[in-house]
């Protein structure tokens, strides 16, 4: 009997610690590291830079695969969880919903015809917005980096560090700066 305590001891320390996701009342994935707001993306980047965290809006859909994975693989990941909530504010958008969304240049649609206006087609993207959005500019042309679809965590995570770190002010685009890591990783 105690070995069999002691194997189920084990087995639990060594199970990877999981984010708790949940699927919320229109179908998509809820993760506590998503904030609930207005959807005002004047308001939450506001609120984003108060909290010295940058804003990145993810599109989902009810049924996304992709999104699945994402929130069940890539996104409990310790490093990449811990990430998400100490320096990401993020906003979900579902695609195909109805909620009123208010762009950076003032223009108010539903979430379905934000997502057209800014061209995404598919789930999950998402856009990282810079600190400060220059007047006029909608979130999809103001974004310093956006990811349409699924991602590795190796690449998830060198997209979160180059725009935490803001990477891309030096004029490294990801891909380069991707393998740059991945090289990095490989020789260590």
Not at 41 to 50: G, I, M, P, T
Not at 99 to 124: A, I, N, R, Y
Not at 128 to 152: D, H, I, M, T, W
Request: aromatic residues 10%; contains cysteine.
């Amino acid at each position: 009997m105690r070995f069999l305590t002691t194997l189920v001891a084990l087995l639990v320390l060594a199970t990877p610690l999981r984010a708790a996701t949940t699927l919320g009342d229109d179908g998509l994935h809820k993760a506590e590291w998503m904030h609930n707001t207005f959807k005002d993306l004047r308001e939450d980047l506001a609120e984003a830079k108060a909290a010295g965290k940058r804003l990145a809006i993810v599109i989902e859909q009810l049924g996304c695969i992709y999104c699945t994975k994402m929130h069940k693989e890539i996104w409990p990941d310790p490093v990449i969880n811990r990430m998400l909530n100490k320096d990401f504010f993020f906003v979900q958008i579902n695609m195909f919903g109805d909620v009123d969304v208010t762009d950076f240049d003032g223009q108010v649609l539903s979430e379905k015809k934000m997502v057209m206006k800014w061209g995404v087609m598919f789930t999950p993207t998402v856009l990282f917005l810079p600190e400060e959005v220059p007047k006029g500019l909608s979130a999809s042309r103001a974004a310093v980096g956006l990811v349409p679809g699924a991602l590795s965590k190796g690449m998830t995570l060198d997209m979160l560090t180059w725009v935490r770190d803001r990477i891309y002010k030096s004029g490294e685009n990801f891909q380069k700066y991707h393998a740059r890591m991945l090289s990095t990783r490989k020789s260590n």
